[in-house]
């Protein structure tokens, strides 16, 4: 079964600083998605970013981008620039090609002013 | 598109009555996904369709949490009866290949 592990529970950063958030994951299948989704107090679910595994290319998205290392199953989120809007919690996901997905814990965002 | 719309936005009810969840997912969407979030537990896939057919039930807790699926645009989740540990926030969400999209939620407090 794949796992997806978000070690940093809390996370805090200076509005217009960048912050990086982890996520590690653990499958045995070499074909799938990892998705970042943000959550804020609305609690609507908010998809960030999304990476396939087969491109090798970091997905990027406005002030959003990954670092993703397919060898060490490790799937990061970079913020630059950080906002007061985004202030929220951080959901690292995983989906197979079969369509089952697992999200991790979660990483709760605080941007300072 | 309006999105996946859940219904209702709220829920209160007492133990031992039924509750009805209902989803509509986005138009085009094959894939539908029910979630249950917790502070204790997080995120939990409960159950996921593909073409209106159920493909994965393991995540649904017990007997008592039953999900349908009658047609491409709408589906249930069911509880019958709930109980105080029901009391969560229940997201619908559809896929497509670019990703999900979740509804809303529909905050469940059973008292």
């Known amino acids: 079964a794949q796992t997806v592990t978000q070690s940093q529970p809390e996370m805090s950063v200076q509005e217009a600083e960048t912050v990086t958030l982890s996520c590690t994951y653990d499958?045995?299948?070499?074909?799938?998605?990892l998705f970042w989704y943000k959550q804020p107090p609305s609690r609507q679910m908010i998809l960030v970013i999304r990476?396939?595994?087969?491109?090798?290319q970091n997905a990027t998205e406005n002030r959003f981008s990954v670092n993703f290392q397919k060898a060490a199953k490790s799937f990061s989120l970079k913020i630059s620039d950080s906002q007061l809007g985004d202030a929220a919690m951080y959901f690292c996901?995983?989906?197979?090609?079969?369509?089952?997905?697992?999200f991790g814990d979660g990483t709760t965002l605080t941007v300072k002013p | 598109d309006a999105g996946v719309i859940q219904s209702p936005r709220h829920e209160v009810t007492e133990m031992g009555q039924e509750v009805t969840l209902r989803c509509k997912p986005i138009?085009?969407?094959?894939?539908l996904f029910w979630y249950r979030q917790t502070m204790m537990r997080g995120l939990e896939l409960l159950i996921y369709?593909?073409?209106?057919?159920?493909?994965?039930d393991s995540g649904m807790p017990e007997d008592r949490f039953s999900a349908k699926m009658p047609n491409a645009s709408f589906s249930t989740l069911k509880i019958q009866p709930s109980e105080p540990r029901d009391s969560a926030v229940y997201f619908c969400?559809?896929?497509?290949?670019?990703?999900?999209?979740f509804g809303s939620g529909t905050r469940l407090t059973v008292v």
């Open positions: 969400a559809s896929s497509s290949r670019i990703g999900y999209t």
């Open positions: 499958t045995s299948e070499s074909d799938y998605y």
């Open positions: 990476q396939e595994a087969y491109k090798q």
């Open positions: 996901a995983y989906r197979s090609r079969a369509g089952k997905s697992t």
């Open positions: 138009s085009g969407h094959n894939s």
């Open positions: 369709f593909n073409n209106n057919v159920p493909i994965d």
